[in-house]
């Protein structure tokens, strides 16, 4: 399939990734909302005007605790000029519980959905999100949920997959999609628990199987749970995006167009969805 990753260049990606800028020292001003992702693996948090436009982010580690993940996040809006402590704050994702002061708690679902038609305004929409312990699909219509499903509870199809396989590998997240690429030998990954495909990538190591031709069955093991979640639904309508820790993943994204036969967009941004989202959600919260 060609041309399976689009990236859009239309006014609104271009203000989006203009909000997104961080470089430059802002002045102190009030955010209209704030949203914050905790998740399993990282934490994620989006100061939003009136209009909804983008004015700083945030993207950390959690650690070991969402609360102390939390403080490092106001922290670093605060030294990006937002005032913190003014502005209606939602809270999603894996440890939302945790964060005391927020104004309303919302699923990572609805935040994902609100979050990605913004990014991407389409009247229709399906999501592929794939976070650190679970990979969800998201049908959604003017930014409402209508379908969803995600994967049982286990790390199989995860972003926290991809971390342990190329870990073994030697090499980080984005090497491992970079590799991948020049593959001379299509290998299968055919156990979908973590533990047991880890005991395979260990078995194809020591048979002398290439870094590439491993990244490659451990991309297409991933590929293979998300075209599961993909068929449960009813129904898919209008663009799929994928949003996740793996936006920036270009083979990673080819591959699963060319496995559900469409086109799959995405952007650097989208990783972000889940605080977007909750953002606006709050900026609606201070017009009640």
């Not at 030294?79 to 939602?90: N, R, T, Y």
């Not at 590799?179 to 048979?207: K, N, W, Y």
Request: glycine letters at 10%; hydrophobic letters at 45%; proline letters at 2%.
């Amino acid at each position: 399939m060609q041309d399976a990753v689009t990236v859009q260049q239309d006014a609104n990606r271009t203000e989006v990734k203009r909000g997104l800028s961080t470089s430059a020292a802002l002045p102190l001003v009030q955010a209209a909302g704030i949203g914050v992702d905790i998740g399993s693996t990282w934490a994620k948090a989006v100061a939003v005007d009136g209009a909804g436009t983008l004015m700083a982010s945030v993207c950390l580690p959690t650690g070991w605790s969402s609360k102390e993940a939390l403080k490092a996040i106001q922290q670093a809006l605060a030294e990006q000029g937002i005032l913190v402590d003014e502005a209606p704050l939602v809270a999603t994702g894996y440890g939302r519980e945790a964060v005391a002061n927020a104004a309303k708690r919302v699923t990572e679902i609805t935040c994902h959905a609100c979050g990605a038609a913004a990014l991407f305004p389409e009247e229709t929409l399906t999501i592929i999100d794939i976070g650190g312990q679970d990979t969800k699909v998201i049908a959604c219509r003017d930014g409402r949920v209508e379908e969803f499903y995600m994967n049982d509870k286990c790390s199989a199809g995860t972003g926290r997959f991809l971390e342990i396989m190329a870990q073994r590998l030697d090499v980080s997240v984005g090497e491992l999609d970079h590799i991948a690429r020049t593959h001379t030998e299509e290998l299968s990954i055919s156990a979908m628990c973590t533990v047991f495909a880890e005991s395979e990538v260990i078995s194809l190591i020591g048979g002398g199987a290439s870094k590439e031709n491993i990244a490659w069955g451990v991309l297409q093991s991933v590929v293979k749970k998300v075209s599961q979640e993909f068929a449960k639904l009813s129904e898919v309508q209008g663009q799929v995006v994928l949003t996740g820790g793996l936006c920036d993943s270009a083979y990673f994204i080819e591959l699963v167009a060319n496995a559900l036969g469409r086109t799959v967009v995405s952007s650097p941004e989208a990783r972000l969805a889940g605080a977007y989202g909750a953002a606006l959600i709050a900026k609606d919260l201070k017009k009640k």
